[in-house]
């Protein structure tokens, strides 16, 4: 069958797998250095008390069958090696079949991991892993050809992370269509970098001509994927050039290089790749099986297609339970005010103006406003995210901003390094609180003379001060370190 393989895109598939496999090992690493204090057995949202409350059917995965933080993090390092195996192209000595089983492992790991990884885990970049990931099980290894096939359903997958994204933009803010959204979006993105402050004070014409681009880059250019080469490569490589200006100005996660990796599978690298190497014909058996995963995934596509066409789009939904064909979009809407909440904590027994506060220091989101902005993307910091969630809106912070307060009155030692600075190294805070402050970044004048990278205004009350449980002796009895 001539038309099933792609000899010609042998290299573009090595890229596009060593590039995930990157992106997976950054993705098990994650979870495994921040899952017990976020879902561990004594986490904030413990995995347990969720597998207890829900049913299987709606996400399945290995942690139904058992759960441990010591399994847990085996999983989690297991699927980092795994990532390790396939950086080093361990996928490549081994036959067809075993290449698969390889690629399907951290594609099942990471899957039973985000199944009960709760609000930190409700990530789009997350879906997105999961249904690149599922497809690359397909793509082939060794000495076969990659699949026409797979390779459409690769582009079919970036046309929809991209399109979607243009129309959230359009049908969402009206800065988008005024072309004036990046006055602000540089300022309140969830978490910026070390050139955010720069990328803000660009001049405004150049933020127009950075929002047309976009559009261009979002609405016209995804259509170029399905064209003949070489205006297919050319419309991916604009795609990694717009991803690289995202890198720089801001972290997402690995949302940026996912989508580069998927561009990159686009790109015929022929006149760089040399020689190449002599291509076995697939068997029987492989191209029955992607012509299967080819037909479910264009059935699965239904309903995410529809959600394009429709004026009332959701961004990041998935309509399956194993996360196979999902929605895509970002930025629907742009603050214009950057509010964070500052958790700070006092060790004097009375939580009034007059005890000593000191702040907690997170590692990513702002806080010190003479702390420039650090990078961590592709690295995602959850906490750090769903801090940004909260200044929102408490609703967002409704599950888990109390019991992460009580952690830090326990000095639990999981929780607290996901921080950046404990001002209490020696023992637990007496109270904690949290406060709302506006975020602005300072104009280049104001950072000479004061350097500081932001300035903040006090704008109201997050969370009142909250003391630790008495102990069962002296509940009752000292009531001045009770709840407020």
Known sequence: MEWFSADGYWLSRLIFQRTLAVIYLVAFLSAALQFRALIGERGILPVPELLRRTHWKAAPGLFRLHYSDRFFAAVAWGGCAVSVALIAGLDGFLPLWGGMLLWALPWVL???????????YGFGWESLLLETGFLAVFL????????VLV???????????????GLIKMRGDECWRRLTCLDFHHETQPMPGPLSWFFHHLPRPVHRVEVAANHVTQLLVPFLLFTPQPVASAAAALMVLTQLWLVLSGNFAWLNWLTIALALSVIDWTPFAGRPPTLAAPPLWYEAVVIAVTALVLVLSYRPARNLLSHRQVMNRSFDPLHLVNTYGAFGSISRMRLEVVVEGTADPVADEGAEWREYGFRGKPGDVRRLPRLFAPYHLRLDWMMWFAALSPAYARSWFGPFTERLLLGDRDTLRLLAHN???????AHVRARVFHYRFTGPSELRATGCWW?????????????????????GRDTGRGTH
């Open 110 to 120: 990471y899957l039973s991991i985000v199944q009960v990884g709760q609000v930190w």
């Open 423 to 429: 001002p209490f190294p020696d023992a637990p805070p």
């Open 140 to 147: 082939g290894t060794g000495d076969t050809a990659p699949p």
């Open 455 to 475: 300035d903040r205004t006090y704008v109201r009350e997050f969370m009142r001060p909250v003391s630790r449980p008495l102990p069962p002796e002296r509940e």
């Open 151 to 165: 390779l459409w359903l690769l582009r079919w997958l970036l046309f929809r992370l991209e399109f979607g994204a």
